[in-house]
Each structure stands twice: as structure tokens, then as C-alpha cells.
């Protein structure tokens, strides 16, 4: 065993995934760690941020790899994950660990090549104020590299039942899988772009933190939303690159931060609608007012006798 691995057998996380008993679970997150990595190699030796860190794992692999970049910072929000990536990976040069806390520090604003998130972003109640975030964080031509995991679909059902297998055998947190209702689990084989298609469970930490587990998570949902701060350079899926998402087990997003034009274009876009909706609103104000045409009532008689007359 390599010293690499070594390393990387004590993280919590690693333990779970990569290292995982079951081969195909092991497989597919080695993939998408090797998929993260090859689009991260263009980040070498530049100053780089993994917001989510975890337990550490792939800014280890970063860094000890060929393309390591000059500086790399992991945040986490909790304290005992980070005193951990501390006591284990804190020896490593250009590498350190910090509690999401403290990037409101002017030393983080506007200076980071890139920001790195990996599975997060599924698991965030309100998702916005972290996109904004991530604008603070990124230098003028810095980058956003993101994955989340494709819970729509037919990947779905593959998932689900890779996971319920994994829960009779008592591999890593699947015992704790949620289940889908058949309502839920037809919406989300048809979910698309337009709206979130059923409602995700919500669980809370023990410091009193709520968060989302997979359940009912829309990544094309996302895509839209990445789409009013960013312009997409890339979309790649893991763990087979050359997959649609709409077959794969995780999508990738490389994005870059749109110029200030576009940003306003796309308010002016988004305030011209609520503009739209407002007059549509009060339009039908007007029509309740009796300032537009009435409402013909003189139908409704005959629509109730026809109602009570189907229901008999």
C-alpha cells in the first residue's frame, strides 16, 4: 500500500467511499475523484479553495499529485473535521485547513483561482447565499468546479437499488438510505429544469443546523440557478466521462464568473419578470374591482347543475 493510500485510509469519508467494501460504490467514487482531479490539474500552481473539504481527501490527492497547486485552502464548518484534516494533513507545504467562519477575513476576498466544491452543494438548505460566496472568494478570472450527485431519472433507480443492497449488508450510512413513496419516485424519473419536483426531506445536526440528504435533489434545477452568477465552460459526468448526465452518477460544472454587464442583464431579466408578474397580478385586481370586463355569473348556474348532475 502507498503512502497515499495510507493517508487517505484515515478520513472519515475515504472510509466510506473510495475505500468502500463494495466494489461498485469504490468504483464510482475513485472515478469521480479521478475526474475531479484531471479537471482541477488545470489549477497547478495557482491558490485554490475546497469549500466542503470533508475529510481532506482530494486536496491531499491535489496536492501530492502532478499538477499540485502553489497554495490550498479546505474550509469546513465543523470544528472537529477540521482539527482532524489538521492533525493528519497539516504537515503537508502550501496545504491548510480553516472553519467556514473564517472567511469573512479580508485575506480570502477576491484571490482564489478557483473554488472547488464537491457534494455539497446537495446537501445546503438555501444554495444562493452560497453561490455569492463563491463570487467573494474567486479572483476576476477565477473558476467554480462543481459536483453533485444526478438523483432524477434513470440513474435514480440504479442508485437506489445499489443503495438498499449496501444497507443489507451494513456498508457505510446506506442502512439510513430514504426511501421514495412510488408518487415520489415517478416524479423525480420525470423531474426537469423548471421546478423542484417533490419535496426534500429536512434533518438536523446536532449543533441545530438543518440540511437536505440526496433525496429529491434536482441537478438541472441547479444548473439554472449556477446560470444567473456563472457562464459554463464545461459539463462532464463521472464516473463515465463520456455519459449524458441523464445516465450517469454525478454531474461536473466548470464555470467562470460572468463580467458585471452580464450579471445586470441577467437582474434586468429576472426584475423585468417580477415587473410582468406584478402587472399580470394586478390585472386580475382590476377584473376583481369591476375595472376590467365582469366575469360573466350568469354561467354559473348552469355549470352547478352540471357538476351536481356528473357527481349524482
Known amino acids: 500500500m502507498s503512502t497515499l493510500d495510507k493517508t487517505l485510509r484515515e478520513g ?52 501530492k499529485g502532478p499538477a499540485s497547486p502553489s497554495a490550498a485552502v479546505g474550509v469546513e464548518r465543523q470544528n472537529d473535521l477540521v482539527e482532524d484534516c489538521r492533525a493528519r494533513l497539516g504537515a503537508e507545504v502550501g496545504l491548510r485547513f480553516i472553519l467556514n467562519d473564517e472567511l469573512d477575513a479580508p485575506e480570502h476576498q477576491g484571490v482564489y ?23 467573494q472568494l474567486l479572483a476576476p478570472s477565477g473558476k467554480l468546479l462543481i459536483s453533485v450527485p444526478v438523483e432524477t431519472g434513470f440513474p435514480l433507480l440504479v442508485k437506489q437499488s445499489v443503495r438498499r443492497v449496501a444497507g443489507w449488508r451494513g456498508i457505510g450510512d446506506y442502512p ?74 454525478q454531474v461536473w460544472f466548470l464555470l467562470r464568473k460572468k463580467h ?22 394586478s390585472r386580475m385586481g382590476e377584473r376583481a374591482k369591476g375595472i376590467a370586463p365582469p366575469f360573466p355569473y350568469f354561467l354559473i348556474p348552469p355549470i352547478n347543475v352540471f357538476l351536481h348532475s356528473s357527481v349524482g
Open 12 to 63: 472519515h469519508y475515504a472510509k466510506k467511499q473510495i475505500f468502500c467494501k463494495d466494489r461498485l460504490i469504490s468504483w464510482s467514487h475513485r472515478n469521480r475523484f479521478q475526474v475531479g482531479l484531471k479537471l482541477a490539474s488545470q489549477f497547478a500552481g495557482k491558490r485554490i479553495l475546497d469549500y466542503g473539504c470533508g475529510d481532506g481527501s482530494f486536496l491531499t490527492m491535489l496536492m
Open 113 to 135: 483561482d478557483a473554488v472547488i466544491c464537491m457534494e455539497v452543494l446537495e446537501h445546503v438548505m438555501e444554495i444562493e447565499p452560497l453561490l455569492d460566496l463563491f463570487v
Open 176 to 249: 439510513g438510505t430514504s426511501s421514495y413513496a412510488l408518487g415520489e419516485l415517478l416524479a423525480s424519473m420525470l423531474a426537469n429544469a423548471k421546478r423542484q419536483h417533490i419535496l426534500r426531506p429536512v434533518h438536523r445536526n446536532a449543533d441545530g443546523s438543518c440540511f437536505h440528504d440526496h433525496k429529491g435533489f434536482n441537478w438541472m434545477v441547479l444548473r439554472e440557478t449556477l446560470a444567473q452568477r456563472f457562464e459554463t465552460e464545461r459539463m462532464l459526468s463521472s464516473p463515465l466521462t463520456w455519459l449524458t448526465p441523464h445516465l450517469a452518477s
Open 260 to 281: 458585471d454587464a452580464s450579471i445586470r442583464d441577467n437582474a434586468n431579466h429576472v426584475n423585468a419578470k417580477k415587473i410582468r408578474s406584478f402587472k399580470s397580478k
